[in-house]
C-alpha cells in the first residue's frame, strides 16, 4: 500500500511568510509525528498525534509553530512568519499503534523548507 | 549524559568486513528498540526492530544487553550500498512513550 506522503517536497519560502506543510499518514495509522532535521544533524521532535488524545506539543519551538490532525488522518503543520532558522527538512511519520505500543515508524519523504 | 548515545563516526570499513557499533541508553525502564538508516538526504527507513533475545535479518545481527544498557548492531560481508547513517529509537515508559533518537553513526564502505 501507499507510504506517508507529504507535499510539498520543496518550498522556498521569503522570511516572515507563513507556510502549510501537509502528511497523509498510512491508511490505518493512529500515530503520526512531526520531526525536523537540519542538515548533518539528528531528527528533532516536534510534535505528536495519538488517537483521539490529546497532541503532545513538547517539541514545538516557538509559538509560531502549530499543528493539526484532522479525522484522525491527515495533519498539517504551520509555520507562521518565517524566520530563516526554520529553513530545515521537515519529516512526518506515522505508526500503526502509539509508542507506548512498540510500533516503528514509518517516514515520509519530508518537505524541503528554506526560507530566504 | 543524552539519554540515547552513538558513537557519530564515520567507520570507515572495507566491503566485505564485518563492522559493529553500539547505542547506549540511560533509561533502564525503556522497553522498545530500533535501529533505521538514514541515506545521505533522506529520510529514515526503519532497518530492524531489536528483540530481547536477539535477531538476525540476513547479513544484520541486532542484539540488546539490558545489563549493560546497550543494543548493537553488526553487519557482516558489508557492501557498498551498506554506506548510510545508522540511527537507534529507545521508547521508554518514563518518558512518556517518546521515543528518543540517537545521533547516528555514519558508516563508509569502501571498495
Known amino acids: ?116 | 549524559r543524552k539519554e540515547v548515545e552513538q558513537d557519530p563516526g564515520p567507520f570507515n570499513v572495507p566491503e566485505g568486513a564485518t563492522v559493529a557499533f553500539n547505542c547506549t541508553y540511560s533509561n533502564s525502564a525503556s522497553q522498545s528498540f530500533f535501529w533505521y538508516r538514514q541515506d545521505c538526504r533522506k529520510e529514515p527507513k526503519l532497518l530492524m526492530s531489536v528483540y530481547s533475545s536477539g535477531n538476525e535479518d540476513g547479513r544484520f545481527t541486532a542484539q540488546l544487553n539490558r545489563a549493560s544498557q546497550y543494543i548493537s548492531l553488526l553487519i557482516r560481508d558489508s557492501k557498498l550500498s551498506d554506506s548510510a547513517t545508522y540511527l537507534c529509537v529507545v521508547i521508554s515508559v518514563e518518558s512518556n512513550y517518546q521515543l528518543i533518537w540517537g545521533a547516528g553513526t555514519k558508516l563508509i564502505i569502501k571498495p
Do not use: M
Not at chain 1, 493512529?30 to 539528528?42: D, E, N, P, V
Open chain 1, 1 to 116: 500500500g501507499a507510504g506517508v506522503s507529504q507535499s510539498p517536497s520543496n518550498k522556498v519560502t521569503e522570511k516572515g511568510k507563513d507556510v502549510e506543510l501537509r502528511c497523509d499518514p498510512i491508511s490505518g495509522h493512529t500515530a503520526l509525528y512531526w520531526y525536523r532535521q537540519s542538515l548533518g544533524q539528528g531528527l528533532e521532535f516536534l510534535i505528536y498525534f495519538q488517537g483521539n488524545s490529546a497532541p503532545d506539543k513538547s517539541g514545538l519551538p516557538s509559538d509560531r509553530f502549530s499543528a493539526e490532525r484532522t479525522g484522525g488522518s491527515v495533519s498539517t503543520l504551520t509555520i507562521q512568519r518565517t524566520q530563516q532558522e526554520d529553513s530545515a527538512v521537515y519529516l512526518c511519520a506515522s505508526s500503526l499503534a502509539g509508542a507506548g505500543g512498540g510500533s516503528p515508524l514509518h517516514f515520509g519523504n519530508g518537505t524541503r523548507l528554506t526560507v530566504t
